[in-house]
C-alpha cells in the first residue's frame, strides 16, 4: 500500500486551490486542508479506490459547511468585501496543470462569490479542475443532468459578469503599475490621468479593522481628486514599498502605510488603462503576507 500522507500531498494543491476560490481565503483553505489531511489518517484508506475523488469530496463538502454560516458573516462585513491577497511568489494553490491566471484575479474571485455554493462548487471542480460530473453528482448528492445545469447557470453569471480574460504580458504590465505607484505617490494628477480608463474604479476593503472607504468609489475625476488629496496628506512620506509583482495574477504592490501596516494594492488593466485598482487594508487578510515580507 502506498504511503497515505504521499498520496495526501500529491492532491493536496488541488484542495487548497477549490478551497481558495470557494472560500475567497488562503488561510481558511488552509485549515480546510488540515481538516482534511485528518479525516484522511482516520479513513478505510483500502476501501478508497479513487484518493483525488475522495479527498476533493471532503475538502469540497468542508467548503460547502463554511459557506452556509458566510452570509451572516458577510452580511456583517463593513465596507466592499475583497478576497485575500495571493503573491505571485506564494506556492500556486493549485497543481500546475490546474493553473488559470484569470481565474485568480480578484475581479474573478469577487464574482464567484455571487454564485450560490453548489453553483460555485460544480464550476470550480468541473470547468477549473476537470473533475467529471458524475464525480461531482456523488459528491453534491445530485444528478449528473442536475449539475451539468448548475455549471450552465454559473457560466452564464459569469459571462454576464464580464469574466476577465487573460492577463496582459506581465512585464508590460508591471510599467504600467511602476508609473501608477510614481504618479499616485508624487501626486501627479496628468500622469495618473494617462493609465487611469474614464470609468476606473476604486474598492477598498478595510473590513471595519482600519480607515477604507465604505462604497466602491467610481470614475477617473473622483479617484485622481482622491490619490492627489492622500499624496499631499503623506507629503515625503512615501509609504515604503515591500514588494513589486503579481499579486492574484495581475500587477500590484504591498506597501508600510503611514499607520505602520501593510496594504495591498492590484491593479486590473485592459487595453492601455487602469480599469480597476483594488487595495486591501484589513489586517486579517494580511497576516499570511506580513509573515513573509516583514521581518
Known amino acids: 500500500m502506498s504511503d497515505p500522507t504521499a498520496t495526501f500531498m500529491q492532491f493536496r494543491p488541488d484542495m487548497t486551490g477549490i478551497a481558495y476560490r470557494m472560500t475567497g481565503s488562503l488561510?481558511?483553505?488552509?485549515?480546510?486542508?488540515?481538516?482534511?489531511?485528518?479525516?484522511?489518517?482516520?479513513?478505510d484508506q483500502p476501501a478508497?479506490?479513487?484518493?483525488?475523488?475522495?479527498?476533493?469530496?471532503?475538502?469540497?463538502?468542508?467548503?460547502?459547511d463554511w459557506l452556509r454560516a458566510a452570509p451572516q458573516r458577510r452580511g456583517q462585513y463593513v465596507g466592499p468585501w475583497l478576497p485575500e491577497p495571493l503573491l505571485h511568489t506564494q506556492d500556486a494553490p493549485q497543481a500546475l496543470k490546474h493553473m488559470h491566471d484569470e481565474d485568480l484575479s480578484v475581479a474573478f474571485l469577487v464574482t464567484l462569490q455571487q454564485l450560490s455554493p453548489a453553483e460555485r462548487a460544480?464550476?470550480?471542480?468541473?470547468?477549473?479542475f476537470e473533475?467529471?460530473?458524475?464525480?461531482i453528482a456523488t459528491l453534491l448528492a445530485r444528478s449528473p443532468a442536475a449539475c451539468r445545469q448548475l455549471a450552465s447557470r454559473?457560466?452564464?453569471?459569469?459571462?454576464?459578469?464580464?469574466?476577465?480574460?487573460?492577463?496582459?504580458?506581465?512585464?508590460?504590465?508591471?510599467?504600467?503599475?511602476?508609473?501608477?505607484l510614481e504618479a499616485s505617490r508624487s501626486g501627479d494628477e496628468a500622469a495618473l490621468?494617462?493609465?487611469?480608463?474614464?470609468?476606473?474604479?476604486?474598492?477598498?476593503?478595510g473590513g471595519g479593522i482600519r480607515p477604507a472607504a465604505l462604497n466602491v468609489i467610481e470614475g477617473v475625476d473622483r479617484i485622481c481628486r482622491l490619490l492627489v488629496a492622500?499624496?499631499?496628506?503623506?507629503?515625503?512620506?512615501?509609504?515604503?514599498?515591500?514588494?513589486?509583482?503579481?499579486?492574484?495574477?495581475?500587477?500590484?504592490?504591498?506597501?508600510?502605510?503611514?499607520?505602520?501596516?501593510?496594504?495591498?494594492?492590484?491593479?486590473?488593466?485592459?487595453?492601455?488603462?487602469?480599469?480597476?485598482?483594488?487595495?486591501?487594508?484589513?489586517?486579517?487578510?494580511?497576516?499570511?503576507?506580513?509573515?513573509?515580507?516583514?521581518h
Open 27 to 43: 488561510a481558511v483553505a488552509e485549515d480546510m486542508v488540515q481538516d482534511a489531511f485528518l479525516r484522511w489518517h482516520t479513513a
Open 48 to 64: 478508497i479506490d479513487n484518493p483525488r475523488a475522495w479527498l476533493l469530496k471532503v475538502v469540497t463538502r468542508l467548503c460547502l
Open 122 to 128: 460544480v464550476f470550480i471542480l468541473h470547468d477549473l
Open 131 to 135: 473533475t467529471p460530473f458524475d464525480e
Open 154 to 180: 454559473a457560466r452564464r453569471h459569469l459571462t454576464h459578469r464580464n469574466r476577465p480574460g487573460p492577463a496582459p504580458d506581465s512585464t508590460w504590465a508591471m510599467r504600467v503599475a511602476e508609473a501608477f
Open 193 to 205: 490621468r494617462t493609465i487611469l480608463a474614464e470609468d476606473v474604479r476604486l474598492i477598498s476593503d
Open 230 to 294: 492622500q499624496s499631499r496628506r503623506n507629503g515625503r512620506q512615501a509609504p515604503p514599498v515591500l514588494y513589486r509583482d503579481l499579486i492574484n495574477g495581475a500587477p500590484g504592490f504591498v506597501t508600510v502605510e503611514t499607520d505602520g501596516l501593510i496594504q495591498t494594492t492590484t491593479l486590473t488593466i485592459a487595453g492601455e488603462r487602469i480599469t480597476a485598482i483594488q487595495i486591501v487594508r484589513n489586517p486579517e487578510k494580511l497576516a499570511g503576507i506580513e509573515g513573509r515580507l516583514v
